[in-house]
Structures are given as C-alpha cells and as structure tokens.
C-alpha cells in the first residue's frame, strides 16, 4: 500500500491536508523539530491532532529531527514518553543518540529515520535496520537505481520513504549552515530562515569586487535557490524501486499549497492502476505557489540542472474556503482575497466538483445586505452556486 504524507504546520493545515486525501500527516512540537517558525503543536494540540487522525483511520508522525548537542537532551525523555502515551504512530528521528535514547524510554514507539540522517548508501541503512528502526527517509541525492539498490539490501519489514515534492535546500539533505552563519540561527535545531531564498550577487575579486549580476529575472537574482521537485509523472518508477511511503515538504507552506499538491497527488496515485493521464494534475501543481520544476537527482546524480531556480510564480491565486454545504442554491464561505461580482471561481476540491466554475452573482453578508465586492478580510458570504460543495473545498481565481 502507497502512503501518501503531507506536511502539517498548524492544525488548519493538518486538516486541509486529510481532507485532499493524504494518508497520514508529519509534524513538529514547540521543541526538537527543525521547523520552528512552522506555528507548530503545543502537547496538548499534538494528543488532539493524533486522536484526529487516528478518527479518519489517518497516521500522524512527529518529527524529533534536530541534530541534538548534550543541552537538547534536558527534558527530551519525558517528551518521548509523552509521545508514545498519546498514542504518536511514529517519530522522525535524525540523530544516532536520540534514537538510542527512544529505545530506551519507550521501546514499542516506532522510529522513521529523517532525511536529515542523509542516508545515501546501502551500509547506512542497514545500519539503522540494525538500531530497530521502522522506516527510512533516504536522502534527495539518491537515484531510482541506488534506492533500489538499497531496498534490495535491507531487511523487507523496514518501509522506504522518499520526497516527492516541494523545495530542496542546496546544502546536503537539508543540513545548512548557511543560516548559521548569516543570522546566528541554526538551521539543525528548526531556526532556519531559509537564507538560500535571499537575493544575492557575485563579486570578482580581481576588478576591485565589482558586482557581477546573474540576470534571472527583473526582480533579482537567486542563485543559491534550488529548483522545486516534482515527480508527480514519475511515481510508478518509485514504486518499482520499493518506496512505499511518498513525502511532500511544506510545513511552512499556505493551507493553499497543502490542498493544492495534496490533491494533486492523491489523484496522480489513484490514476497509477488506470494509467490515466496526468497532464492535468501537472497543470493543478502550477496553480499554486512554486520555482521551476525538476525531478531532482532520480535520474542521475550529476543533474546540475535542478540548482538554479528563480523566484516562485503560480497561476491561480487562494480567494476563498467553503464552510458549509449548499442550501437553497447558496453555499456559506470565508473570504481569502478580494474577488467581485463577475470574476469566476475555480473550485478546489478532492470530490467530482473539483475544477468546477463559479461566475459571482450579488452576494450577500451574515445580516442578509448585498455584497458585490468581497474586499473584508475573512468576511463570511453567502455566494450562488448550483454545484454541492462541501466544507473544506477551497475557491481560487486565476491570476495569470
């Protein structure tokens, strides 16, 4: 069975991410995860959020992926057991010594080895196969061919999980140091701030460190930036290499992106036995915010190519979210962005609705008083539709 895993930064996005169809959910605490400006779950949202998931007959792992130095480890046993008590299906781990210390603590908690543990070779895994480890995030360097190498090598009980889609750091598997060293916040302990994405220009040294600008587009140059993975046309070779589990990365993403790829994706799997077509889910994945795409090192492991990037684009933008079904040929939503009597909406949904139109007639507000322009921030609307939608389904407008 494929597993479809989506990134959750808040319980909005947890949400969304199940209601598009993901098969389980990776997330982080307030401490021990490398996303700290993801927003994130206190302990008492994190036993919410697995008794949600668990609900849907859903998976939810938490991410314990820093790499630790002596000091981390304060209070990080009784953080373990909590984990394992509310009921977590398992963490993702990327440090040899908090691996040890799991079990120790709590023995019967399953582990998922983080791609930060870049595992590249067959020898690495087995070597965390022999730690009693569940699963392994292996690293984005890796080609089909390696990954197939690798599961031939492993014991068959340890699942393989690879990254699908998202962005890719320019540092190996995501241990950066460039954050590091331009804002002192350390990007192995959850405080990057994503420092590739800056703009940046090149110096020459002999023409007394004149600025050599690389022209990608006319609003800067972004030369550290990696192109974004996608390799929603290419799931069957993943398959056949032996990965069971597919990640997309994005807990900082918008609930936009999450629903937008979360989707995309599900019905990219769901086509994989009727060998339909995804010509349009590869168009679904422009619609949302993303660099240029690339299928990263899959197909060889000098594909330089997936380096250079520019800033992100999308086609279509989020205007607003369905609350409630349609009644009387009006359905309830709350306003994302400004639309207007006129413009026509596209909807996003994981049921038969999804890429259906809306062109907006007069509305009306919670007091019953026309509205024509939908300007208020997260104002709730009463809008005219023939089409059952359902809550959770996002409307959008295309912008491009």
């Known amino acids: 069975m494929i597993e479809l895993l989506a990134p959750a930064g808040n319980m909005d996005k947890l949400k969304t991410a199940f209601y598009f169809g993901a098969d389980a959910c990776y997330f982080a605490g307030t401490k021990f995860g490398l996303r700290a400006y993801a927003g994130n779950f206190t302990d008492e949202d994190l036993k919410t959020s697995v008794e949600y998931a ?148 090149i110096h020459e040294k002999s023409r007394n460190n004149e600025e050599y600008p690389i022209y990608e587009d006319n609003r800067g140059t972004y030369i550290l930036n990696s192109k974004d993975l996608n390799m929603l046309e290419n799931l069957q070779d993943l398959i056949d290499a032996g990965v069971t589990s597919f990640k997309i990365e994005g807990r900082m993403k918008s609930v936009y992106y999450v629903a937008t790829v979360v989707n995309a994706y599900r019905r990219a799997i769901n086509n994989l036995k009727s060998k339909k077509s995804n010509a349009e889910l590869m168009e679904e994945l422009n619609k949302t915010s993303h660099r240029n795409y690339t299928t990263g090192f899959y197909y060889g492991s000098n594909n330089k190519e997936c380096l250079l990037s520019s800033t992100p684009v999308q086609t279509h933008e989020f205007m607003a979210v369905v609350l409630d079904e349609n009644k009387n040929g009006e359905v309830l939503i709350e306003q994302r962005n400004r639309f207007k009597v006129g413009d026509t909406l596209e909807v996003l949904s994981p049921n038969s609705t999804f890429n259906k139109t809306i062109v907006v007639e007069p509305m009306r507000n919670e007091k019953g008083e026309e509205v024509v322009d939908a300007l208020s921030v997260q104002q709730k609307l009463f809008l005219k539709t023939s089409l059952k939608l359902k809550p959770g389904d996002i409307l959008r407008k295309k912008i491009v």
């Open 54 to 201: 668990h609900s849907l007959n859903k998976k939810a792992y938490v991410t314990v992926n820093i790499i630790a130095h002596n000091e981390d480890f304060l209070g990080m046993e009784d953080y373990i057991k909590y984990l394992y008590n509310i009921g977590v299906d398992a963490v993702i781990v990327a440090d040899v010594g908090i691996i040890q210390l799991i079990r120790k603590v709590a023995p019967k908690l399953d582990i998922h080895v983080s791609t930060q543990a870049n595992i590249t070779n067959k020898y690495a895994a087995n070597f965390f196969c022999d730690m009693g480890v569940k699963r392994l995030v292996l690293a984005r360097e890796l080609s089909v061919n390696e990954i197939k190498e690798i599961r031939n090598f492993i014991p068959n009980d340890v699942e393989i999980e690879v990254f699908v889609h998202g962005a890719m750091c320019i540092s190996y598997s995501g241990r950066c140091l460039l954050s590091n060293y331009m804002a002192n916040r350390d990007s192995n302990k959850g405080a990057c701030v994503q420092a590739c994405r800056w703009e940046y220009t």
